[in-house]
């Protein structure tokens, strides 16, 4: 089958015509990939930063932002049909610890996961893949053009949840119903995570206010029309200080000295969730004092949140259909553009303002 392959740490990635074609197992279901979405990831593992082949393997099947269709279900399978439309999730358990034990994979403690087109597994960037219906999620036909963005969106929606459970633990000595009004929150990037973010606390009532270095791109359009407030910060953060300070900032823009103004933004009992994912290296003098106290004297909480299972998932299919139901076509035009998957070099290499969200598709899919 025809797939793309990259070696990582070598850099590049390479359109192949003969991978060869999973093979179906009792219990499992075979995919036909109908499209796959690109992302940092993605370039950083074209880029030769990370990703690692399946053991025993030099290259890996690039892609873990996926939509297809059911082609055939193994024996013993129950649940999926031909022609069922699905979305992949990208992690698989060590299958040792506690948490992967409770499909709750995303919170692996032994960081021996592996992760489909990342780590030690093949990904979607294929004709085809075979996987069992524990990590497949079905897809109604009425959301089958945007479905390619569940996987970035159950990113976001563990994120928001995060931040949520938080604030709710703060919300439980007051008496129910007393609190002042919505929540104020702050989403940091308008990458597809941060302009997902922004819609799905649009879609649950904040007041949100979204910030960037850019004017007038297709991101910030969209997010105006679902009532977000879109400041460009390029000339620093002083521009949201009329603002005031947020319960819930969700940051996905990976910049550790910007990590640390935004607790600056932070409200008293507010919340940072951090989903970017700074440079390694990334060494610079902070207020250390200054926050930390700021920390301590009002209960602010800083989390990091990474990939997501199964059952947020399913959150994202609801809130995708929240958003058409709210904003009409405005979720399909987070697809900036659609390129055959024969193209995944010049999709792998769009980036920039004009940007959200490049999807590969088959032709004729
Ligand atoms: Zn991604
Ligand atoms: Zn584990």
Redesign the pocket.
């Known amino acids: 089958m025809r797939a793309v392959l990259v070696s990582p740490p070598t850099p590049g990635a390479k359109w192949v015509e003969d991978a060869p074609s999973p093979v179906l197992t009792p219990g499992s279901v075979r995919v036909g990939v109908l499209e796959c979405?690109?992302?940092?990831?993605?370039r950083d593992i074209v880029s030769g930063l990370y990703g690692t082949p399946p053991q025993g393997q030099t290259s890996l099947i690039l892609g873990?932002?996926n939509f297809g269709r059911v082609r055939e279900v193994g024996e013993g399978v129950s649940g999926f049909r031909v022609g069922d439309y699905v979305v992949a999730t990208v992690r698989r358990g060590c299958g040792r610890c506690h948490m992967c034990q409770n499909n709750s994979s995303d919170l692996c403690e032994t960081g021996e996961f592996t992760e489909r087109g990342i780590r030690g597994r093949d990904g979607y960037m294929a004709e085809e893949y075979v996987e069992t219906p524990e990590y497949l999620v079905k897809v109604p036909r009425s959301l089958r053009d945007i479905a390619v963005l569940m996987?970035?969106l159950s990113?976001v929606e563990k994120a928001v949840l995060m931040g949520e459970r938080q604030i709710s633990l703060w919300e439980r000595p007051a008496r129910v119903g007393t609190h002042p009004g919505p929540y104020r929150a702050l989403v940091v990037g308008t990458g597809?995570v941060g302009l997902l973010a922004g819609l799905v606390l649009r879609a649950e009532g904040y007041d949100v206010v979204a910030i960037d270095r850019h004017d007038d791109t297709p991101a910030s359009e969209l997010l105006t029309r679902a009532g977000v407030r879109h400041i460009n910060v390029a000339e620093g953060m002083q521009k949201i200080a009329p603002e005031g300070r947020f319960q819930l900032i969700v940051e996905a823009a990976g910049s550790p000295q910007l990590d640390f103004e935004l607790f600056r933004s932070l409200s008293p009992n507010g919340v940072l969730v951090l989903t970017g994912i700074p440079p390694a290296g990334a060494t610079f003098p902070v207020s250390a004092g200054e926050i930390l106290r700021t920390a301590v004297l009002e209960n602010q909480v800083m989390a990091g949140s990474v990939n997501a299972n199964r059952d947020y998932f399913l959150r994202g299919m609801r809130h995708l259909r929240r958003f058409r139901k709210l904003w009409g076509d405005l979720p399909g035009r987070i697809i900036t553009a659609r390129r055959p998957f024969s193209e995944f070099g010049e999709a792998v290499a769009a980036k920039g303002a004009d940007t959200i969200k490049t999807v590969l598709t088959w032709s004729g899919a």
């Open positions: 979405g690109v992302c940092g990831t993605d873990h932002e996987e970035p990113v597809a």
